[in-house]
């Protein structure tokens, strides 16, 4: 089924993110966090690409096992820079196969060590063209793709990275799921933009409970949201004084509050980025109604 096609049949609703690990002998540990939040009833969950560097076959494998041994409505994230449209037509139809309905459209991440992308003469230089190839070659395939509240890192201007979300849409993406924010005001602000724009499209709110001060730093550098100034220094603090732990719960609570106050204000529904931490998305959705 179409997640678009659920999203409209509900009033607000919760999805899950999850990070596959690279090594086959993590699996185990890794679709025991999977039962445990299956038992939370997502509407969908989606699966980062790759299953954290895997081929294209394990990646295939988990999302499969997700959609029929756990009965998620799993969204697999596509990737198409340096890929060429038989690749992804092949992927594309693998998964159809397996009854995965549903697709994350991104570009992917850039080569880090300064060297070009291989398949330049490919026409799937960005996500829009993904969505394009997707929309023409599998037309009942869900597509979502994504938002950035604080503007991607590589755009020249805020309206410019508004433009290419508007392209991806108008190209035939259902909806968009927002990188991790932790000031409800920018997402607000985000879509009121969009709306300005001519986006009518939903827009889902993606919500990361802070676990680790080290590991959040690297997160917000790599894909340019910001953490508030007070956050931070109440994330530092626990962090001397409390360690991990204090950290852990300063995280969880900001990020109850977040949720909370987006489902009051109307938001569809929250993407939960799950970091595979079962227990923290399980305390984090205490005291939360939907």
Known sequence: MKIIDSINQNKQFMSLEFFPPKKREDWPAFFETVEKL?????????????????????????????????????????????????EIRQFLSDLAAAGVDNVLALRGDLPTDGTTVASTSSPLQYASD??????????????????????????????????????????????????????????????????????????????????SLK???????????????????DLEQADNEGGAAAVQKIGIAHARKQ????????????????LNRAEVVMELLEGVER
Not at 52 to 77: F, N
Not at 259 to 274: A, K, N, Q
Request: aromatic share 8%.
């Open 38 to 86: 299956a038992r939370l009833n997502p509407l969908f969950a989606s699966v980062t690409y790759g299953a954290g560097g895997s081929a294209h076959a394990e990646s295939l494998e988990i999302v499969t096992r997700l959609q029929q041994e756990y009965g998620l409505e799993t969204m697999a994230h596509l990737t198409c820079i340096g890929s060429e449209p038989g």
């Open 215 to 233: 590991v959040v730093k690297r997160i917000v550098s790599l894909c340019g949201a910001s953490i508030p100034p007070e956050f931070l220094a």
């Open 130 to 211: 993904l969505v394009s190839l997707i929309r023409d070659s599998f037309p009942n395939m869900g597509v979502g793709v994504a938002g950035y509240p604080e503007v991607h890192p590589e755009a020249v201007s805020p309206q410019a990275d508004l433009s290419f979300l508007k392209l991806k849409l108008d190209n035939g993406a259902d909806f968009a799921i927002t990188q991790l924010f932790f000031d409800n005001s920018l997402y607000h602000a985000f879509v009121k933009r969009a709306r300005e724009a001519g986006v009518s499209k939903p827009i889902i709110p993606g919500i990361l409970p802070v676990v």
């Open 259 to 274: 949720i909370r106050e987006l489902l009051d204000s109307g938001v569809p529904g929250v993407h939960l980025y799950t």
